[in-house]
């Protein structure tokens, strides 16, 4: 039964969420960088010259997709980083950040953690919609707010939240927003002028780039202050060597994703409903947040009476690759705080399991998967011995 | 270049025999701990053929701690995911941790608080290790479960047989008299028929990354020792537990004669216990009862602290249950040497156990398992001293 991991290219993978595989383009545009091309971008010889030519080429790229222009683009490691640097930037002098309830730990945790005298944290929850409003958002801005941070797609929901709204009514009362696109790039459209935001991240792996480039956008005039000094590097913005291969990978994802937007778009959501109309066709099945503006290749399913994680083990062991969200370096699971902030019960959201769509999924790997999804949930209800 | 050496023939043939009970096509879920014996257990039924998934179970959270080298360990359970990648199976972290606080931990501080010598171990294996492991195990489709306990299951007349590891040091069958007839048929012990140190060579000879791992303690979810771990857990959660007595508990003698106060709370005394109690005697006293109502301690000389017998509780019988008394080697205590008894059903899963020989030690709270030989029969927990027919 259990599957042969030596050829993990033999499973259909519904995950991207988590990470994309990269676009063959990419990996051809990155290579040349892992040899002939190897230089560092500071140096002054030709070697590092076509370097740094490389990394201005890919910040362009980039800045392309976003509506930006290229000097307020900084590469980091990873979303993390730059949403850690955004947020304890913003806190250095004290006052109160107001960050949605759905953000991701990059940003949420670093803000419990600053926490303290000087800086009060409030968190926005959500709807049930998955969405959170403008209104309560707002609500809670005070004159002492450094912040506010609101993701543009939420990870497991995909639900797409009111940041151009948010930005608009933010702009006139000169508080900053910091917006966690990573999920969001690549799949729909975005431009940082029409969100109104001050700072944008966003992960190349989450569309087909590789792992290890992000990049956060920063508006021009906006306040930054490093995370990593000692060197002049990303205009003394992020002391480091710049990653020149996943720089270049990220620029070359980019602009793949401009120019293929629509036709991507198209491709995923297709996928998704053939797999929502089917999928709900079985009994005890609810697609959560299917009413609310979403992203075009996430779904979120509960199955009434099933244990989502021992599902997700049996269709792991059957060669499909799914998630039940966020889970810990030693793969334990813990039930979705999103999902509680809903309003979901703890039962419920243990029952849910996360399908994210990729451009490499076929209709017939999704028919192949919903007949397995079918067999394992019905054997899962038969036995009744799930334990809650 | 590395040398391939084939695991040694009596390794080969003592897991051969264990396995052979498996279907070809079996699916087998290995328990991982992340310790050595587990990790080898799931090493050699991947390499042998088998069709092996490792699931290990998040029992005690304490990744906050440094626990490392514990069973329970959230540490540990990365090691086992490190392994189980090594030998190329895929792997799987059950979170059972409310399970482990109700069924292991809460009872084992109730006990402490109530002047009980508690057997976590014994609990986890039945409760944790055996019924729960094997319903998640189940519900992931596995057919089989192997785990790395020194013990050996044997094919018995129409039933299954519970047995002692061929290496006595490290027999754990003691631990495992709750097992029943059905979980004997679907668990694999594979390293019962061997050495610690052929299975330590073995995982040498594989590289595997837990080839030096150490023992892992008797008691893992206590990091801090059991009195301050028993104390924080009370006042955690004192609309649960019982607030345990915090004046000094009173000594007194088989007449009620007070003799003085302990030095440390009444439930870090445990019965046949001398040290720490800090009273003055003619003779060596040693604690003969804990009473936890009462916060007090009776306490008498080693001639006192004998019993003819036992009354025990939740009697289990692994095999078909006995039609009269039955002839057995009982150990009060897992490092026992066992004494002859007879053992007598009585109603309600109680038993009566009298001894050949008078035995000192018996605390309640603790596992009182019978043998045949090297079978384990069953066993009971003990519920207090049997004084005999005429005191």
């Known amino acids: 039964m259990a599957t042969d991991l030596s050829r ?63 000097p307020e683009v900084l590469f980091t490691s990873s979303g993390t980083e730059a949403n850690n640097a955004v947020v304890r930037a913003a806190a250095a002098g004290g006052g109160r950040l107001v960050v949605s309830s759905l953000e991701h730990p990059s940003i949420r945790v670093q803000a419990e953690e600053l926490a303290g005298q000087d800086i009060d944290v409030v968190s926005v929850t959500p709807g ?59 799949k729909v459209a975005v431009d940082v002028h029409e969100l109104h935001v001050d700072y944008l991240t966003l992960g190349g792996h989450k569309f087909h780039g590789p792992i290890g480039a992000a990049a956060l956008w920063v508006r021009g005039g906006a306040p930054f202050e490093a995370l990593l000094v000692g060197g002049g590097q990303e205009r003394h913005r992020r002391a480091s060597t710049e990653n020149v291969p996943a720089i270049v990978g990220l620029g070359v994802a980019s602009e793949i994703a401009a120019n293929e937007l629509a036709e991507r778009r198209r491709h995923l959501q297709e996928l ?62 813990e039930p979705s705080a999103t999902l509680l902030a809903m309003g979901i019960d703890a039962k419920e959201a243990l029952a849910s399991l996360r399908i994210s769509f990729g451009l490499t999924n076929t209709p017939a790997e999704i028919d192949a998967f919903l007949e397995v999804l079918q067999e394992e949930v019905a054997k899962l209800r038969h036995t009744a011995e799930v334990p809650v | 270049m590395t040398l391939v050496v084939a695991p040694s023939v009596e390794l080969e043939t003592a897991v051969a025999k264990v396995e052979s009970r498996a279907a070809r096509n079996a699916t087998i879920a290995v328990a991982m701990s992340g310790g050595l014996d587990s990790s080898a257990v799931a090493s050699l039924l991947h390499r042998r053929g088998h069709s092996v998934v490792g699931l290990s179970m998040l029992l005690w959270d304490q990744s906050t701690q440094r626990v490392h080298g514990r069973c329970c360990g959230a540490l540990d359970l990365g090691d086992a995911r490190a392994v189980a990648d090594e030998i190329g199976i895929p792997h799987y972290t059950l979170r059972m941790d409310d399970e482990f606080r109700r069924h292991v931990v809460d009872p084992f501080v109730e006990d402490y608080l109530a002047g009980r010598t508690p057997s976590p171990c014994v609990r986890c294996n039945t409760w944790i290790k055996f019924d729960l492991f094997l319903e998640r195990a189940d519900a992931v489709g596995a057919d089989y479960i192997a785990t790395g306990h020194y013990a050996r299951i044997v094919e018995g007349d129409g039933e299954w047989e519970l047995h002692q590891a061929a290496c006595l040091d490290k027999d754990q069958s003691y631990y495992l008299f709750e097992l029943t007839q059905e979980q004997l048929a679907r668990s694999l012990f594979p390293l019962g028929a061997l050495t610690k140190n052929t299975v330590r060579d073995y995982a040498r000879q594989e590289r595997m990354l837990v080839a030096e791992k150490g023992e892992s303690m008797e008691v893992c979810f206590v990091a801090s020792g059991v009195q301050q771990f028993v104390e924080e857990q009370a006042a955690a959660r004192p609309d649960f537990f019982p607030a345990p007595a915090t004046t000094p508990s009173e000594i007194v003698d088989t007449d009620g004669k ?48 004998v019993a003819p017998g036992l009354l025990g509780e939740r009697l289990h019988w692994i095999g078909r249950p006995p039609a009269g008394p039955v002839e057995a080697t009982v150990r009060i205590r897992s490092r026992h040497d066992g004494v002859g008894a007879t053992i007598h059903t009585l109603d309600d899963g109680l038993a009566r156990v009298e ?37």
């Open chain 1, 8 to 70: 993990p290219e033999d499973r259909a993978y519904f995950d991207h969420n988590a990470t994309s595989p990269p676009d063959p383009r990419v990996v051809e545009a990155m290579l040349p960088h892992l040899g002939v091309l190897h230089g560092n971008p500071s140096s002054v010889h030709a070697v590092g010259q076509a370097a740094r030519a490389a990394v201005e080429r890919a910040r362009r790229q980039v800045a392309e997709l976003l509506g930006g222009s290229a």
């Open chain 1, 128 to 186: 049930p919609d998955g969405i959170v409003s403008a209104d309560r958002l707002l609500d809670a801005v005070n004159e002492d707010t450094r912040l506010v941070a609101l993701m543009l797609a939420n990870n497991e929901l995909g639900t797409l939240q009111p940041v151009a709204e948010v930005g608009r009514r933010l702009r006139d009362r000169g508080v900053p927003l910091l917006c966690d696109a990573v999920q969001a790039v690549g």
């Open chain 1, 272 to 333: 998704r409903d053939r797999f929502e109309q089917r999928v709900t066709a079985l009994a005890g099945v609810t697609i959560h947040c299917a009413g609310s503006p979403r992203l075009p290749h996430t779904s979120h399913v509960a199955f009434e009476g099933v244990d989502a994680q021992t599902l997700l083990i049996r269709l792991d062991l059957r060669g499909f690759a799914v998630s039940t969200g966020a889970a810990c370096a030693s793969g334990v699971v």
């Open chain 2, 258 to 305: 007070v003799l003085g106060r302990s030095s440390a709370p009444y439930f870090r005394y445990t019965v046949g216990q001398r040290r720490g109690l800090g009273v003055a005697s003619s003779e060596p006293l040693y604690v003969l009862g804990v009473d936890a109502k009462n916060n007090r301690l009776e306490v008498g000389p080693d001639r006192e602290l």
């Open chain 2, 355 to 391: 001894f050949e020989t008078p035995q000192r030690g018996v605390a309640p709270g603790q596992a009182a398992v019978f043998y045949e030989g090297t079978r384990v029969l069953g066993g009971c927990r003990i519920r207090d001293r049997w004084e005999g027919t005429s005191v």
